[in-house]
């Protein structure tokens, strides 16, 4: 493998120095990007996008080619795994996932097996490996996964929801069963993740989508406590490198304490949450990536600049931060406003360390 | 005025002793209750139903009929105050609230005037009046309005939104142009409350709705500046009582220290926050109300009641918590349920200040 290039990722993650803030945008690879709606086009769906190593190689890297961006991710989907355990996933045209077997008793739940990443998931791994050798060291590759609460709501919802009613009244009547269910996900999620390792991943992070839907006890013992079981199973080091593990949960502000408590090297947070208020709950225990409003992106490059910087005043300097959205890319995101998001966390974060750039630098 | 019988939840609000915890349940009047339909059938639509006092104090009433709570809601519609704007309301049929003339220009934002409550939004006030003499006493009544910033939502996007787009793309691009309409809203919700007030509610509450889709540093210049110039703005009596007020942020968890500080009575919280951390963040500057996730009363009985006293322990006893939702009760709720929950409220928090009850008490 190729030696890393810009290793500002990983360090910052890390929470050692770096000489600007890294950046990467949740949702880079995305529909905002026409060459990205044009291999989605070529592929015809989204899932055979994801299921072909090759388009998703090409898709991963579409982002860096336009951008400065300090790491690639890899372009597939939460729901690989419980469309690997045999759910029978489907994405009609603009609406969200659909479960053909959604799980809602003990019988369903009684034949869930977690999956054999190097079998049922072959086609990640394989997008991994290309996304590496494509990338030759430039940037770290980012693999990921959903959590496993967050994959039970699929799987249980049979697609989203509004107020994930189903989830609820399980967690709430059957508490026993969700758990088991959930012991299944935290297994396969560890499995999953190792194996992105195993096969190239950089550092991983977990997305716990809908753990914030959750009262603050619920979180704890159905979100947060699977959350931990697979950061404890996660390889730490990959040929002698660090694997630094990141824990998003949308809405999680509340639980900042709990969340940097769970072993994770970063936690992201959302724009509901102050950095500077984020950096004081969580002190030293873990770096934070975040978390400018993706909307912020609608406006225009002047406002982008400027809410880049504030953003980054609001962690107020020093190791630990890595700069993205609080949420993905939205569609209407026109490619311009990235691209002065990322020269201006680039620019303003170097001012911040070493005082004023010469001009034109 | 008749004199109040039960007045634990203003006194509750006022963090004053009370001999159980009282509670109320936000949309306590609504789609849950068969009688509620019925009416709502017989006045045609929605908006006639919120226009119409007597059918107004009717349904305001009917929860009350079915369970011991301890306060009526003035039933209503945080949009009373656009539409007496002139903006256009209306309820298209299982969707949302749509405006004909959304703001979203100078010259539109130039044309808003505050309502003159007991012109335009006479019909409330009689409400208020007829639900007054109606209650006889009973319990307090409830009156409320949405934030500025929450009505400035709809009136900007011209109905809801999945992201409120267009709103923030002029709270970002356009900060002035948005606080002179704030500076509007301010003014109108003050008069409205306060002319509710006048009429005869002893309690008033701020709905903030979507304050929580913003990120920490427009919340607190967008929303809660506006929240605290309407609450320094209220009547702090009324016939020589105090008319306690309630802010509730959707979403608010991680800002609790700063709403605990706009000056209002009590703070209402999501079921996202531990009572416990929430009591311990704002100490004894404020009431609490809240928090029990909607859906436990879609699952039984049992579990109701469990989650109910689960509730009451994480506040943990002592003054200054009114029982309540985390967000409105949702139409599938089986009434029989909401019975157990405001039982179970009233038995455990007895128990808890009192020592076991009487069988059969």
Not at 154 to 162: F, K, L, R, V
Not at 197 to 210: K, N, P, S, Y
Not at 288 to 317: C, I, K, M, W
Request: glycine share 8%; proline share 7%; net charge neutral.
């Amino acid at each position: 493998m190729a030696k890393l290039e810009n290793d500002t990722l990983i360090r910052a993650l890390l929470r050692q120095p770096t000489p600007y803030t890294p950046v990467w945008l949740m949702r880079q690879a995305g529909r905002y990007l026409p060459e990205y709606n044009a291999t989605r086009a070529r592929a015809g769906d989204f899932l055979t996008l994801c299921k072909t190593p090759a388009l998703a190689t090409e898709v991963t890297l579409q982002p860096l080619e336009r951008f400065p961006l300090d790491a690639a991710i890899l372009f597939s989907d939460i729901l690989t795994i419980p469309d690997a355990m045999g759910l029978g996933l489907s994405f009609a045209e603009g609406e969200g996932p659909r479960f053909a077997r959604p799980v809602r008793d003990e019988a369903a739940v009684g034949r869930l097996v977690p999956p054999r990443p190097e079998a049922e998931l072959r086609y990640v791994l394989d997008a991994v490996r290309q996304i590496r050798r494509a990338l030759r060291g430039r940037v770290p590759l980012i693999g990921f996964a959903g959590s496993p609460f967050t994959l039970a709501c699929y799987m249980i919802e049979g697609g989203s929801s509004a107020d994930f009613g189903t989830v609820k009244t399980m967690l709430y009547r059957r508490p026993d069963l969700l758990h088991r269910l959930l012991e299944v996900n935290a297994r396969a999620v560890a499995d999953y993740l190792n194996a992105q390792i195993e096969a190239g991943a950089q550092a991983v992070m977990l997305f716990d989508t809908w753990g914030g839907t959750l009262a603050h006890a619920a979180y704890l013992e159905f979100s947060l406590a699977y959350i931990r079981r697979v950061i404890e199973s996660l390889a730490r080091e990959a040929a002698g490198e660090r694997v630094p593990s990141i824990v998003f949960t949308k809405g999680g502000g509340p639980w900042l304490e709990s969340i940097a408590a769970c072993g994770c090297d970063a936690v992201g947070v959302d724009w509901t949450v102050s950095l500077a208020d984020a950096r004081r709950r969580v002190g030293e225990r873990v770096a934070l990536q975040g978390n400018l409003d993706p909307l912020v992106l609608l406006t225009d490059s002047a406002v982008v600049r400027r809410e880049a910087e504030r953003t980054l005043a609001d962690f107020g300097g020093g190791p630990g931060h890595v700069f993205n959205l609080g949420h993905g890319i939205v569609p209407a995101t026109p490619p311009e406003h990235v691209a002065a998001l990322v020269e201006a966390v680039h620019r303003a974060s170097r001012t911040r360390v070493r005082g004023p750039a010469p001009p034109g630098a």
